[in-house]
């Protein structure tokens, strides 16, 4: 059996060579790239991993628990456990990638190996690269997204890789109502169980520590939407632009060979209908969005990869030769993507990287300040690696110290929670300074303890905070009522 599975895996990589260089390539630069880079966001799942499997003192319910929870699986390696984490991910995604190009690309003309290749190079632009680990989530949301829509055209069981996808990422919760197309009612209750299922070790997390069964759904919402009001931008289309890139004209192609498609009700019809589906769906979540962050239009990549592979595709079959030309295609592509992938290298080599942050962890255990409380803006940067560090948005530094606690200040703190002071109003308050941060504290013998910090950012208000969504609609008070037949809080 063992040596089956070793000829099928030669086979495989014989036939999709090229494949399998982009494959090694893009982990390679993700790997390159989280060494250089670590964010705010990934630093949070790591926080969360420890809490959940080693008791830490710093969570975040807001955060969905699929990274945390592959990363706590081998948190005991210590930093390795975040490469293994992306080496998982890649491979996830071209896995994923291979598996819906097999469903979708079915046409004799084009060799299927090809249009593999084809579909994972137009999946790995170099805004996709750019985001995918970052922060965690994106690329391993979008490979649950690709199996969940593999399987939906399929028209097979596909609840279980939704529900994983929305553990990944509360957004793909827009993608809930293809768990009903189906003909089959058996298929869409097995669809709706299996997303259950999938959710309720979380939803029941959720309810026995914070009485409610979506605190961490509403948690991040709120944050995320409710609040950011206040920074809605109207939409325009340079984020769209920045997905597509220059895959724009293989694109338009596609898109409009797809809409012919449908039209004309000619072969895959179905396939069609729902990457178009996902395209609105994608774009209303982010034209009603407060934020109009280009990470909000991550899960655009699946409808752009496929019509920029249909409209490459479609103009390969205009040639006679049609095996010959894919295949210089192919070869083409590939020294493109190297180009591609060696400047980002480039450029993520010479990202500015946020300093001072190791240093001043290093800086409270000098001072031995590691089991005090410490407040920071940048509590989750620091608390990485020193688990002491909350939250500090405003207030004042003299009011904190006199009860015994530590504040850090970056110098260069630039962050919309918080404004930055005249450092040299609290001078008589220094415990020690740098050029890039300051302490202020009453020192180690006279600090308050550090403690396990778990609360949410709600504050406990999950149903009022959740009824808010409703308030346009005139349903906020009954909303609040139902919400509170099924939870605490």
Sequence with gaps: ???????????????????????????????????????????????????????????EILRPPLVSVILGLFLFLGTMSQYIFILITSLLFFIATVVLSDTIFREKSIKKETARFLFYFFSLSAYVLSYAVIAGTELLSLSFLYLFIAFVLKKKVSGHFLGLGILARYNLFMFVPFLFFSKSYKIILKNIG??????????????????????????????????????????ILAPLFAVIGVFLPFFLVGLILAIKRI???????????????????????????????VRFLFNLILPVAYFSTLGFCFL????????????????????????????????????????????????????????????SPSWVSVSYYTENVYPFHDGSIKDLVEQNKTILIFKDENSIDFSIRNFDNF?????????EYVFYS?????????????IPYTRYEFCPNLARKFEKFGLKESFEKICFIFNKN
């Excluded at 790239?33 to 630093?43: A, E, G, N, P, R």
């Excluded at 959720?206 to 931008?233: C, H, P, Q, V, W």
């Excluded at 009453?442 to 778990?454: L, R, T």
């Design 1 to 59: 059996m063992a040596r089956n599975y070793v000829e099928w895996f030669v086979d495989f990589v014989k036939k999709n060579k090229f494949l399998c260089l982009v494959f090694l390539l893009s982990t390679l630069f993700l790997f390159f790239q989280h060494y250089k880079h670590l964010t705010w966001d990934f630093s949070s799942y790591v926080l969360n991993a420890k809490y959940l499997f080693y008791g830490g003192s710093y969570f």
């Design 427 to 435: 001078k008589d308050l220094v415990l020690y300074e740098t050029e």
């Design 194 to 235: 299996l997303a259950f299922l999938v959710l309720a070790p979380w939803l029941l997390f959720n309810y026995f520590k914070y009485g409610n069964f979506m605190a961490s759904i509403i948690d991040s919402l709120t944050l995320n939407i409710l609040n950011r009001d206040y920074l809605f931008e109207p939409f």
């Design 316 to 375: 390969i079959n205009r040639f006679k030769n049609v095996e010959k030309v894919g295949a210089y295609s192919v070869l083409a592509l590939f020294v493109i993507f190297l180009v591609m992938v060696f400047g980002l290298f480039y450029n993520t080599n010479n990202l500015d990287p946020r300093i001072g942050l190791k240093d001043a962890a290093d800086d409270i255990y000098l001072l031995k300040l590691e089991n005090c409380e410490i407040l």
């Design 263 to 293: 039209i004309k009700n000619k072969g895959y019809r179905y396939e069609n209908i729902v990457l178009l589906l996902i395209v609105f769906l994608v774009l209303y979540d982010f034209i009603t969005n407060p934020q109009k962050d």
């Design 442 to 454: 009453n020192g180690p013998d006279n600090c308050a303890e550090k403690y396990v910090y778990d």
